[in-house]
């Protein structure tokens, strides 16, 4: 955040930033969102929904899932939320206690450990590195895991490093957690983000006492609109349903409304267009920082960054960051940001903008390497 501010300045102050440091991409609202949205506004859709979400849109994510995945949901294990940010503070007040641990993988989201602390719990980070492709194993949960172990967070795709688990991947995990009589949370808000065909998945694949995050801000573009989802257990509804009453009322109505185009023919299309566009930006971009220095052992499978490791010899990632920004005014995020596993060796690069801005800002860093004395 500190980057980010600096960065907006910059940009005020009239230099001409590149920003690779943001979860954001360009390619802005599909039209039918939109449309829906106006639609909404124009017919007076503005008042409460139920708590749990309005129906017709918990059953345009139910057909999601039956024609994506094959995998039947009931609508009332569906939960509209205030962005997947409101349904993980949901999940972890229904699921943690006090003292209790959550398992989370180092690198890894930053936020999500903090959701253990607001209800005294202990975010516990277990270290993976590109051996595993910055994934969990059941053997690293062995290690880590205690009696004090409640269930384990992770994400697929995962940001920052783009990783994706596997359907035999994620089964092996809730077997392992289910032994253990854990839970298991499945962050999917990067769901349709991915580059193989076979990363195509779910976890609700592996079995529905997995619970599902996921949102409307990445794939379709709706960060500023706060709308997520949940799919949860059936036995958790009755209780996620009070939690939901008392702590949000109901997410956006106006959110809902527009994401009710989300799920349709034309909208699919555009984001089945944008996950196309984005594969060729990671391309470029893992080849264009191997060829200046950077290591990257695991590319991403999915999401929109590149968790590069540093030139050897290099300042660390924080200096980095802040000096490159200073610069040659190019925005990025240091590893500090995710974790506390050999964070100050890596950077992580967002590809959210157009490949002939990637260009240029890869030919900044280019002479940044180039020309600092301290590198």
């Not at 920082?289 to 929109?304: E, T």
Request: aromatic share 10%; net charge negative.
């Amino acid at each position: 955040m500190r980057l980010l501010s600096r960065a907006r300045a910059l940009e005020d102050s009239g230099k001409k930033v590149i920003r690779m440091e943001i979860g954001e991409s360009d390619f802005g609202l599909p039209p039918p969102i939109e449309k829906s949205a106006i639609e909404a506004i124009r017919n007076g859709h503005s008042g409460y929904t139920e708590a749990q979400g309005l129906l017709p849109l918990r059953e345009n994510i139910c057909r999601f899932y039956h024609d994506s995945f094959g995998v039947s949901v009931d609508p009332e294990r569906i939960f509209i939320t205030t962005g997947s940010s409101g349904g993980l503070l949901l999940l972890t007040a229904l699921l943690l206690n006090n003292g209790g641990d959550l398992l989370l993988p180092d690198p890894g989201y930053p936020c999500n450990a903090n959701f253990a602390l607001a209800l005294n719990a202990n975010p516990v980070l277990v270290p993976v590195d590109a051996r595993t492709g910055f994934k969990l194993t059941p053997d690293l949960l062995q290690e880590c895991w205690s009696s004090n172990s409640r269930g384990l967070l992770i994400g697929s795709p995962a940001n920052p490093t783009g990783a994706v688990y596997s359907n035999q991947a994620l089964k092996e995990l809730f077997l392992f957690i289910e032994a253990n009589s854990g839970f298991l949370l499945v962050d999917e808000v990067y769901q349709g983000i991915t580059f193989d065909p076979l990363d195509w998945s779910t976890a609700l694949n592996v079995s529905s006492e997995i619970f599902i995050i996921n949102s409307f801000s990445k794939l379709f573009g709706m960060t500023g609109w706060r709308l997520g989802w949940l799919v949860v257990p059936e036995i958790a509804c009755s209780d996620l349903l009070k939690l939901s009453q008392n702590f949000f009322i109901c997410a956006p109505s106006i959110a809902q409304h527009a994401a009710l185009a989300a799920f349709n023919d034309e909208t699919q299309a555009i984001v089945k267009g944008q996950a196309d566009t984005l594969s060729k930006r990671k391309d470029f971009l893992v080849q264009a920082l191997r060829d200046i220095g950077f290591r990257v052992d695991a590319p991403p499978s999915g999401a929109y960054y590149v968790y590069a490791k540093l030139p050897e010899n290099s300042i660390r990632s924080e200096e980095f960051c802040c000096k490159l920004l200073e610069k040659e005014f190019v925005s990025t995020t240091p590893g500090t940001d995710f974790g506390e596993n050999s964070s100050q060796d890596f950077v992580r690069f967002s590809f959210t903008q157009n490949l002939s801005v990637l260009k240029i800002a890869l030919e900044r860093i280019a002479r940044f390497l180039g020309n600092s004395t301290e590198i």
